[in-house]
Nanobody, 115 residues
Framework: QVQLVESGGGLVQAGGSLRLSCAAS????????MAWYRQAPGKQRELVAA???????NYADSVKGRFTISRDNAKNTGYLQMNSLKPEDTAVYYC?????????WGQGTQVTVSS
């Protein structure tokens, strides 16, 4: 059984920063990919950023240059540093991980950016 627990969401003013964390626990042999998705009200869930085991990263165009994804393999934890936040970044952010060929989701954390 694998669990992903997100933390770090909250309310921030436009231009501010937040750091999201995603801690994986349970029967973990290897984490291939960790990613962050977000879903705003009335919109589809979209990929924000992803990082694979070798360290390569991928970002949505809308967050390039503002968000940074990273991971600490020793702690089985992923991070999303979000800078220069905009009101359009407001959404529920979900952690997703591919662990030993299984796909897992966190429960989501709310990020609200006020103008």
């Amino acid at each position: 059984q694998v669990q992903l627990v997100e933390s770090g969401g909250g309310l921030v003013q436009a231009g501010g920063s937040l750091r999201l964390s995603c801690a994986a626990s349970g029967s973990i042999f290897s984490i291939h990919t960790m990613a962050w998705y977000r879903q705003a009200p009335g919109k589809q869930r979209e990929l924000v950023a992803a990082i694979i085991s070798g360290g390569s990263t991928n970002y949505a165009d809308s967050v390039k240059g503002r968000f940074t994804i990273s991971r600490d393999n020793a702690k089985n934890t992923g991070y999303l540093q979000m800078n220069s936040l905009k009101p359009e970044d407001t959404a529920v952010y979900y952690c997703h991980a591919v662990i030993s060929l299984g796909h897992y989701w966190g429960q989501g954390t709310q990020v609200t950016v006020s103008s």
